[in-house]
């Protein structure tokens, strides 16, 4: 089986080359507005739409103009990559997703290259770039297909995605004591159903103080100023503290739920459960304090990262993941099967009306999504059975 696995690493570039960089990422930038402008235009003034074939072809006739000595210096097959990601966001909008904005000096900090080649552990060779060093963190393997540098507050980074053949076999599934069903929430960040329970880290919540006090800073500082910059640096550099303490935690945790051959999980719609209750003028929304805050600790979970660590993490590793309906895993008696809103006294306290059942709500809700999704697992062995008798059908 082929799979694409993507390694990062911390760049180590020369004074140049860092100039080079810099300067070809505007580039990817003016390039990027001045394909959605024209995108924009074409369509409101002559009701035409243009496609990403029209406008890479476009960029190419720029380059081959002798005004525009600039964008030549970037090489090519960037730009190409640049109007697909224009394209990519537009596709997205008629999908359902927002209008497609113009970039912002300070949210566009990367350039991808199509074509990269490997010339020593801790070295590649770029188009019109040369050879670059990166700090050998991790052995690289697989075939090289892309990579795409990155400029963060403290420095850049290369992002290699691979192909690679993987010969691992699927996990049989012969006792419910291989499979694990976690809940996971705002009280404690994971409970599995044989009773692990994970502390919430608040990454966010214990840099909040902080956040403030450089916040307010930024406020009485003339925007543009060296003052003004410097400040701006120091609340990204805390950002990105809490998004690295915030994503190891996440691959540690995963790890451990990953101990197990199957793990099923509730297949959360987190995008609404993170949405505004403040409403309208004509409805105004209840409880909106209360609702922001519960809102804030839901991001700072990152539980769709999570899950995506979970679900690529278990691919490699031959492992099944599955995400079960929601619906009344907590409300639900895991011994009895009674259901019933009132089960649920508390935030963490469950009383089954029925059978008398007490259990931590949590740990509850863990036995049952594990229950739902062991009909996942025995359907996944039954089909693996099936092909391993009859490989030609």
């Known amino acids: 089986m082929k799979l694409t696995k993507t390694y990062k690493y911390k760049l ?7 100039i080079i960089v810099q300067g070809w990422i505007h580039t990817c930038r003016a390039i990027y507005n001045l394909a959605l402008d024209t995108k924009i235009y074409a369509y409101r003034s002559n ?15 720029l380059r081959s103009c002798g005004d525009f000595e600039w964008i030549k210096k970037v090489p090519s097959e960037s730009l190409q990559d640049v109007i697909e990601r224009m394209d990519k966001s537009y596709k997205k909008f008629f999908s ?22 490997q010339t020593g552990r801790n070295r590649v060779v770029l188009p019109k770039l040369g050879s670059v060093k990166f700090f050998d963190s991790r052995i690289m393997q697989g075939d090289l297909r892309r990579a795409t540098i990155t400029k963060e507050i403290d420095g850049y980074y290369i992002s290699i995605l691979t192909r690679q053949n993987i010969n691992v ?26 009773g692990e329970f994970v502390e919430n880290p608040h990454f966010f919540k214990t840099q909040q103080k902080q956040m403030r006090i450089l916040q307010r800073g930024l406020a009485r500082k003339k925007k543009g100023s060296s003052h003004y910059k410097e400040q701006k640096k120091k609340i990204a550099k805390l950002h990105a503290k809490v998004k690295r303490q915030r994503l190891d935690f996440l691959h ?6 990953l101990t197990y051959d199957f793990i099923s999980a509730e297949k959360l719609q987190l995008k609404n459960m993170t949405k505004s209750a403040k409403g309208t003028v004509e409805e105004p929304g209840t409880n909106v304090k209360q609702k922001s805050g519960l809102n804030r600790s839901m991001l700072d979970l990152g539980l ?27 409300n ?55 092909l391993e008798k009859n490989p030609t059908t």
């Not at 180590?12 to 860092?18: A, F, G, S, V």
């Not at 540690?252 to 739920?257: D, L, M, S």
């Open 252 to 257: 540690k945790a995963a790890n451990k739920v």
């Open 96 to 117: 359902g997703g927002g209008f497609p904005k113009f970039a912002n000096r300070d949210k566009y900090h990367s350039i991808t290259f199509k074509w990269i080649k």
């Open 47 to 61: 009701k035409i739409s243009l496609s990403c074939y029209d406008l890479q072809k476009q960029v190419t006739e």
């Open 332 to 386: 639900t008696c895991s011994v009895c099967g009674f259901s019933h809103k009132d089960n649920r006294k508390t935030q963490s306290e469950f009383i089954c009306l029925k059978c008398g059942h007490s259990e931590n709500a949590d740990y509850n809700a863990s036995q049952n999504i594990k229950r739902e999704g062991i009909p996942y697992f025995r359907q996944r062995e039954t089909i693996v059975c099936a």
């Open 12 to 18: 180590k570039l020369t004074k140049t080359q860092e």
């Open 304 to 330: 769709g990262i999570f899950y995506d660590i979970i679900r690529y993490k278990s691919l490699w590793q031959g492992k099944m993941f599955v995400q079960v309906p929601p619906q009344n895993t907590s």
């Open 169 to 194: 076999k699927p996990a049989t599934f012969y006792s419910e004591k291989q499979a694990v069903g976690i809940d996971t929430g705002v009280a404690f960040f994971l409970v599995t159903s044989d």
